[in-house]
């Protein structure tokens, strides 16, 4: 939402996926309606992604869902264990990564 002309490459590289698992989940987007694939200047290898205007109000509408539950779940918080909670979560998803790299 934040990265609208985004490289289909780079976004299967944040998302962590194959680039050819990205081309179908963004197919699908597609057909729904929620993203056009553009190629820019002629370069039939790089297809530049940007939201429709109804994808970008599901995105906020997933955005606001992220935000209500992360508010719900962390309502007891403090926030010196917010920040630990998010060091143990990174910490977590940098040990997962690894094995996924390793294999």
């Not at 056009?36 to 995105?59: C, P, Q, V």
Request: net charge neutral; hydrophobic share 35%.
């Amino acid at each position: 939402m934040y990265h609208d002309g985004v490289v289909q490459k780079e976004i299967a590289s944040a998302c962590h996926i194959e680039p050819a698992t990205m081309t179908s989940v963004l197919y699908g987007m597609e057909k729904k309606g929620y993203i056009l694939r553009k190629n820019l200047n002629g370069n039939r290898r790089s297809i530049y992604i940007y939201l429709t205007d109804e994808g970008r109000s599901l995105a906020k509408q997933v955005e606001s869902t992220f935000r209500t539950m992360e508010e719900k779940t962390l309502k007891d918080f403090c926030k010196e264990e917010k920040e630990m909670l998010t060091a143990f979560l990174m910490r977590i998803s940098k040990n997962i990564q690894g094995e996924v790299s390793d294999e």
